[in-house]
């Protein structure tokens, strides 16, 4: 069974750091675009920044703002999105998706993806 499975959410403090990650399923991220978003109360989606796994190189606001990183663990298959600094409202649920892309380039983040997680809660105090 194809799934994707995000870890690591859960209370954060002001200006403390979390590590999700993002783990494939059934599939290997290889060829892939992986993507996170998030999605506060009464608020639309967000996309935060997107990896493409085969060469690491990265896109979306968050690869600018420097507060928000991703990396991949190709032996492990795996996509890490490291949050530092954090604030009360990145309290959000975290999901990450993934989508089949050809070579390693990653222009910008994709809009549609094959497959989604079911997220991951981040809750930070203040």
């Known amino acids: 069974e194809v799934q994707l499975v995000e870890s690591g959410g859960g209370l954060g403090q002001a200006g403390g750091s979390l590590r999700l990650s993002c783990a494939a399923s059934?599939?290997?991220?290889?060829?892939?675009?992986i993507t996170w978003y998030r999605q506060a109360p009464g608020k639309a989606r967000e996309e935060l920044s997107c990896?493409?796994?085969?060469?690491?190189?990265?896109a979306g606001a968050d690869s600018r703002r420097g507060r928000f990183t991703l990396s991949s663990d190709n032996a492990r298959n795996i996509v890490y999105l490291q949050m530092n600094g954090l604030k009360p409202e990145d309290t959000a649920v975290y999901s990450c998706?993934?989508?089949?892309?050809?070579?390693?380039?990653?222009?910008?983040?994709?809009?549609?993806?094959?497959?989604w997680g079911q997220g991951t809660q981040v809750t930070v105090s203040s």
């Open positions: 990896i493409n796994f085969r060469s690491g190189a990265t």
């Open positions: 059934g599939f290997t991220f290889d060829g892939y675009a």
């Open positions: 998706a993934a989508v089949r892309v050809l070579g390693g380039t990653i222009p910008g983040c994709p809009i549609e993806h094959d497959y």
